[in-house]
């Protein structure tokens, strides 16, 4: 009940496309659900993040949909570009308890 | 300067030995976490600490140990590492405008032969 599952494992798509990574959880108590993107080398970065009041949050191109009753959540990054190219990973915490638990994560390649 | 800081940033050790992987902070956060990252299973929390006297077991805590020494340090060690432990290891602190973002840093990629 405290997994988080994440999809694709891989993705590749063409520069101007859409890119979309999915995830979906069980444990009804998670109310913070943040997306973190990291590169080659580096550490997770914190990217956008969403709460359940809302069913949608949108940064420049990237946007998070919640569906609450399906318990799913997933990112679209709009006009993906190459340097879009990362891991990026779904989590899932609820408040107060300040722990996450993480997705497997998706490794998006953009081309040229 | 980084804000979070790990050292080593690489390790080639042996089955047996005991090593420890150091984080530094400076973002002046109480919450520090350590994570595992293998290839396809994500990120795995061992151990977090909410401040210096409250340290805590997360999901995978067999095999290590965690030493608070400061607000701003926090030690993973590896009491006798085995080649299982071979992973990247990552230290974060928790915190920002939200108080839910986690900040990593630049991670310590052991190898246990």
């Known amino acids: 009940q405290q997994q988080v599952k994440q999809s694709p494992q891989s993705l590749i798509v063409q520069k101007g496309g859409i890119s979309i990574i999915n995830c979906a959880y069980e444990?009804?108590?998670?109310?913070?659900f943040p997306w973190y993107q990291q590169f080659p080398g580096k550490g997770p970065a914190l990217l956008i993040a969403i709460r359940p009041d809302v069913s949608e949050k949108k940064e420049g191109r990237f946007t998070i949909s919640f569906n609450k009753s399906a318990k799913q959540f997933s990112l679209h990054i709009m006009d993906s570009q190459p340097g879009d190219s990362a891991t990026y990973f779904c989590?899932?915490?609820?408040?107060?308890?300040?722990?996450?638990?993480f997705g497997t994560g998706t490794r998006l390649k953009v081309l040229a | 300067d980084a804000d979070v800081t790990q050292t080593p940033r690489n390790r080639i050790t042996k089955t047996g030995k005991r090593i420890m992987l150091e984080c530094s902070q400076t973002?002046?956060?109480?919450?520090m976490y350590w994570y595992r990252q293998d290839p396809g299973l994500g990120l795995q929390l061992i151990y977090y600490s909410f401040d210096v006297k409250d340290i805590n077991k997360g999901e995978i805590s067999d095999g290590y140990s965690v030493s608070r020494q400061a607000q701003a340090k926090f030690s993973l060690s590896l009491e006798s590492a085995i080649p299982n432990q071979t992973a990247l290891y990552f230290c974060?602190?928790?915190?920002?405008?939200?108080?839910?973002?986690?900040?990593f840093g630049p991670g310590t990629r052991l190898t246990v032969l």
């Open positions: 989590a899932a915490g609820t408040s107060g308890t300040y722990k996450y638990i």
């Open positions: 974060a602190t928790e915190g920002g405008a939200s108080g839910n973002e986690q900040f």
């Open positions: 973002k002046g956060h109480d919450r």
């Open positions: 444990n009804t108590a998670f109310d913070y």
